[in-house]
């Protein structure tokens, strides 16, 4: 359940603002346009997606690579990595740490831009979520928000 003072909020949080200037990017065909992938060389390590053949998630992805090979990547499979799995562990990569503080300052920036918006920073939102315990839940949040950068 998105974390919202009023469905005007929730609507926004859904759909996305347009205002944001990475919404148009959001779709797979203006990221494919945007970034040109002719000529461009796209590495896919052994294991890296972890899907059983057959399955939805493997057909999808399947699917996407097709379209990035349609679109002039030379896509280069079965790649040897070494601490591929130290890579993909999001705690033992310092990707969890990263996007913790990266979340914080980034959302208070968004926010804080916003003439729109019922709330204006992280700390809002947390107070929000602890003056309706019922509807929503916060630890996340709280967890983001102790996060420094």
């Given amino acids: 359940m998105p974390v919202s003072k009023a469905d005007a909020s929730c609507a926004i949080f859904l759909v996305g603002d347009f205002a944001d200037a990475l919404y148009l990017y959001w779709r797979w065909a203006a990221i494919f346009l945007h970034l040109k992938k002719r000529g461009k060389r796209i590495g896919i390590p ?3 997606f972890g899907f059983k053949n057959g399955t939805v998630k493997h057909r999808v992805c399947k699917q996407h690579i097709d379209t990035l090979r349609r679109h002039g990547a030379t896509v280069i499979g079965n790649l040897d990595i070494a601490n591929l799995s130290v890579i993909q562990n999001i705690s033992r990569s310092g ?3 990263a996007a913790l503080a990266e979340f914080k300052f980034n959302l208070n920036n968004y ?4 003439s729109y918006s019922p709330v204006r920073s992280l700390a809002e939102i947390i107070a929000f979520n602890n003056a309706h315990p019922v509807k929503v839940s ?3 949040f709280l967890t983001k928000s102790r996060c420094t950068f």
């Fill in 46 to 48: 052994n294991g890296f």
């Fill in 95 to 97: 990707f969890q740490a």
């Fill in 111 to 114: 926010l804080s831009n916003l």
């Fill in 138 to 140: 916060s630890n996340i």
